[in-house]
């Protein structure tokens, strides 16, 4: 167990599994405590909850929330929203592969804590950075809708996606950030390209996140097109078409037709095939 000290000097917890179990100890940054309760996950005989965090305005106890958390957890204030109140960020890995860590943000709005969440996202989930070094923090993850969806996890290169909090909200904030998803779109076409020289294997996963990167760069109908010379026709990865109750009602005919529906739905493209990167707005 140890307080971390990073170059934003926030105050931080991390517990990983040489935490030992540990009560009543408090994190704070002006108004904002938070006072935590921790079970090594060995010490449980299910996955109860073990992770216990009582958060206080001003010295008064406002409210207490449990998770659970395997192997890692991390518990930091930080002003996300540059209002000069610290927001208690809890991130808590769950176990299990390519699902598995939350982010919950509690923010004080004046009268109460309210909460916003991730939901359990691949890896570590969040990370926290200031990308532009304006001294506002962005939220940086991977898409999960590409996860799997057009060929295995070591394939999927999902695009990354970049939110920022305010008033309580994530707002996607990814289309204003040109210059990096450029940069990960040229890096997922050069790795498909040796990819297939190396090993003569053409990856639909790759071109679906390559194909959602250019959208936001206005380079969507380049893209297109070495999707279309380029995309393996024979595979059935992401070919099945499931109703509402996750039954397979059907199969598109192609990749390029199951591609573009799935970027519809997804928001990278509108019903009409044109790009929606900047009006993808919010994931609350």
């Given at each position: 167990m140890g307080l971390a000290a990073p170059a934003e000097a926030v105050p931080q917890l991390n517990i990983n599994s040489d935490t030992s179990s540990f009560e009543n100890l408090e994190l704070n940054e002006g108004d904002i405590t938070v006072s935590i309760d921790y079970t090594h996950y060995s010490q449980i005989t299910a996955e109860n909850d073990n992770l216990l965090y009582e958060l206080s305005y001003q010295?008064?106890?406002?409210?207490?929330?449990?998770?659970?958390?395997?192997?890692f957890a991390n518990v930091q204030l930080r002003d996300l929203d540059s209002d000069g109140t610290s927001e208690v960020i809890v991130q808590n890995y769950s176990g299990g592969a390519h699902c598995c860590t939350?982010?919950?943000?509690?923010?004080?709005?004046?009268?109460?804590?309210?909460?916003?969440e991730t939901g359990f996202l691949d890896g570590l989930g969040v990370t926290l950075d200031d990308l532009d070094n304006n001294g506002q923090?962005?939220?940086?993850l991977a898409d999960q809708a590409f996860l799997y969806r057009f060929g295995s996890y070591i394939e999927s290169f999902p695009?990354?996606?970049?939110?920022?909090?305010?008033?309580g909200e994530l707002i996607d904030i990814t289309h204003q950030f040109p210059e990096r998803i450029q940069a990960q779109a040229q890096t997922v076409q050069e790795t498909f390209l040796a990819v297939r020289a190396e090993h003569d294997f053409r990856s639909n996963a790759m071109l679906a996140s390559y194909v959602a990167l250019s959208s936001q760069?206005?380079?969507?109908?380049?893209?297109?097109?070495?999707?279309?010379?380029?995309?393996?026709?024979?595979?059935?990865?992401?070919?099945?078409?499931?109703?509402?109750?996750g039954e397979v009602v059907g199969t598109h005919p192609d990749f390029p037709t199951a591609l573009r529906l799935f970027l519809i739905e997804t928001g990278y493209l509108s019903?009409?095939?044109?790009?929606?990167?900047?009006?993808?707005?919010s994931r609350d």
């Open positions: 010295g008064e106890s406002q409210t207490t929330v449990t998770a659970f958390a395997f192997i939350n982010t919950t943000i509690h923010r004080w709005n004046g009268t109460q804590f309210t909460t916003v923090t962005e939220l940086l695009p990354e996606v970049i939110l920022t909090y305010q008033a760069v206005g380079e969507l109908d380049a893209a297109w097109q070495f999707m279309l010379d380029n995309h393996d026709p024979d595979t059935g990865w992401g070919m099945s078409i499931y109703d509402e109750t019903e009409t095939g044109q790009p929606l990167r900047a009006n993808r707005q």
